[in-house]
């Protein structure tokens, strides 16, 4: 009996030593949830605060912060999106932007498999240093290349195409793709070219059919990565497509946040616009997305 | 709404479809003909067949525009005659061209130092809660965000108002809940390079820290339980044995940083386009390229690429060794 009971309370008890225990242990690591949560939280609340003053009135944003959506009235409006979409040259430089970030991406990663075919399994005069080359210019700033390039496209008669900005996207990304997919198509095994090759397959055959489809987990990862390159790219379609109809989104915000002194805040809409598709892409795809823009950075 | 092109959809649709049909066309082609010739030109020439487009691209837009910078940074501007370093001494004698050169030197310390030292303590403190992966979403939020909506987005939170008035800007009203005057952040000469920089870390701790992290993971548990046995408390952990044991991942992540440094353009062009002597060397360029100066644009380009010649020469040492590796 006496037995009985004492074990009917020290359960208790120990469970609620234990139960301290896990609060001061809790509390003890207070600080360190505190530090992460703020700055998670200085991370977002920018991005949240702009998202939430797209969706108020340009006079609502000039005269109070975007925290007091919070209490009402709450003066929800799609104003800024209606007033951003009717401002001559958005909608098309949307569709722009899609006309240059799909080809682009398209074109540079065929030219990148394939040269990196050729750099992984194939023997020539000269391949290490056409190889140290292209590490080398993977670093090269692009300022290095805009004034002979658009004398180059000036030459062609292609300045303000839409052409222009696929060739140089290709042309400043290749370094980069080449050098990934060499080093990721050299790790594939021998032995399935050598006995492809057995079976009278030649190089057309064994690229098509063995080196791409076992390369596809990479070249999906830097699809993602060079299509929010291009998508987000300001520089090369400010310089080779500056004034062009042809310009995408992002030079036509810039263009919009420069020229208006006052009353810009309704902006706000199209930069929701602009990085809408960028997040919904890495939300989607995470584990992709982040591998993609790591890769280059971690031993191949 | 303004009208869509629809010559162009179709330039883009053809260009899609085309454009691996013509590569396509070329390797199965070529290779047909390549594989009638005699062995031993096959073997000379294939690898040169399949290289080429690569390389050709990598020579018209990138070897080439960088040699020829290189002779008309050299020449005066209608690239009739050689002014030896006429274009040289205007860019480090002019004052505006000298503070992009400061402001630029700000930005390769201090932005590679705070990418680099925040990815690294976020990555050591959020190893340690079980929220982890979602804390990470958060820090790295802003990496798939162009700075041209960053840009933006920042300027709601640097938004000054005169004293006295609502602050709509977060940052000012953030700091008057203490009863600090609001401060003009982009405009301030004492705080506009830092807010223009702290917009560049914003977006690049989560890249930082992401690479990091991975390397983290792969620091086996015991090492670390041993330390611990030997009485080493949390800091003397992180400061002398993870910290060490990161350091070839930091080398990395930080070479990346500092290019990304001196390469900055997008930030300092949306937000100040550098008004208040923010100006780096990248708009700096841009600048002198809008003014039709070509072989001053040229001249400040040479000296960019001058100063990421020793990151280039760290990257290829470092491909050299993982290649001995191999």
């Keep these: ?300 | 709404m303004g009208g869509i092109d629809l010559g162009q959809v179709t330039t883009a649709l053809i260009a899609i479809i085309a454009v691996p049909l013509v590569l396509l066309g070329y390797i199965i082609l070529g290779e047909q003909v390549i594989e009638r010739l005699p062995d031993r030109i096959q073997e000379w020439i294939r690898p040169y067949f399949w290289a080429l487009p690569a390389i050709g691209f990598a020579t018209v837009f990138m070897v080439y525009p960088l040699l020829r910078t290189v002779v008309i940074s050299f020449r005066n501007n209608a690239d009739t005659d050689w002014i030896g370093l006429a274009n040289y001494q205007y860019f480090f004698t002019f004052p505006d061209t000298l503070t992009s050169l400061r402001n630029s030197l700000l930005w390769l310390v201090f932005y590679t130092f705070f990418a680099v030292f925040l990815g690294l303590i976020i990555a050591i403190l959020v190893d340690r809660v079980k929220y982890e992966s979602l804390a990470k979403i958060a820090i790295f939020l802003p990496v798939p965000i162009s700075a041209v909506a960053a840009s933006i987005i920042w300027k709601f939170m640097f938004d000054y108002q005169p004293p006295g008035t609502t602050q709509t800007g977060t940052l000012n009203a953030a700091i008057g809940l203490v009863g600090h005057d609001p401060v003009a952040w982009l405009v301030n000469a004492t705080t506009n390079n830092a807010a223009l920089i702290f917009v560049g870390v914003w977006t690049a701790v989560g890249f930082c820290m992401v690479i990091i992290s991975a390397s983290l993971k792969a620091i086996s548990s015991e090492v670390l339980e041993a330390a611990r046995i030997d009485g080493a408390n949390e800091f003397q952990i992180v400061r002398l044995v993870i910290t060490p044991l990161l350091w070839p991942t930091i080398t990395v992540v930080g070479t990346t940083m500092l290019i990304n440094a001196l390469k900055t353009f997008d930030i300092v062009y949306v937000m100040t386009n550098g008004a208040y002597n923010t100006d780096v060397i990248a708009t700096q360029m841009f600048t002198q390229l809008q003014h039709n100066h070509l072989s001053r644009a040229a001249a400040v380009g040479v000296v960019l690429f001058v100063a990421i010649i020793p990151l280039l020469v760290v990257n290829v040492r470092r491909f050299q060794q993982q290649e001995e590796q191999r």
Aim: one cysteine or more.
């Design chain 1, 1 to 300: 009996m006496s037995v009985g009971t004492t074990t009917r309370e020290a359960a208790p008890v120990r469970s609620a030593v234990a139960a301290i225990d896990r609060f001061g242990g809790t509390l003890q690591r207070l600080p360190l949830h505190l530090v992460i949560i703020i700055v998670c939280a200085f991370w977002v609340i920018p991005t949240i605060g702009m998202v939430v003053n797209s969706f108020r009135s340009v006079s609502d944003m000039g005269t109070a912060g975007w925290w007091t959506i919070l209490f009402p009235p709450h003066g929800f409006t799609f104003a800024s999106y209606q007033q951003v979409l009717q401002i001559e040259g958005v909608v098309p430089s949307i569709v722009s932007s899609i006309l240059i970030t799909i080809p682009a991406t398209v074109i540079q990663l065929a030219v990148a498999t394939m040269g990196a075919y050729a750099f992984a399994w194939m023997k020539f005069p000269g391949k290490n240093i056409f190889f140290i080359v292209i590490v080398g210019l993977m670093v090269v700033p692009i300022q290095m290349t805009l004034i002979p390039v658009l004398q180059i496209f000036h030459t062609l008669h292609l300045n303000g195409t839409i052409m222009s900005v696929w060739l140089a996207h290709t042309g400043y990304g290749l370094p980069f793709e080449v050098f990934l997919l060499r080093n990721y198509l050299s790790g594939l095994p021998r032995e399935v070219f050598e006995s492809a090759e057995v079976d009278g397959a030649g190089h057309a055959v064994r690229f098509l059919r063995i080196a791409v489809p076992m390369t596809i987990p990479a070249i999906a990862s830097l699809t993602i990565f060079v299509f929010l390159g291009v998508w987000n790219d300001l520089l090369v379609a400010l310089t080779y497509l500056g004034v062009s109809q042809y310009r995408p989104f992002t030079v036509v915000i810039t263009g919009l946040v420069t020229s208006f002194g006052g009353g810009w805040q309704f902006l706000t809409a199209a930069a929701v616009l602009q990085m809408s598709l960028p997040l919904a892409v890495f939300i989607a795809l995470q584990r992709y997305f982040v591998r993609g823009v790591t890769a280059g950075s971690v031993k191949g």
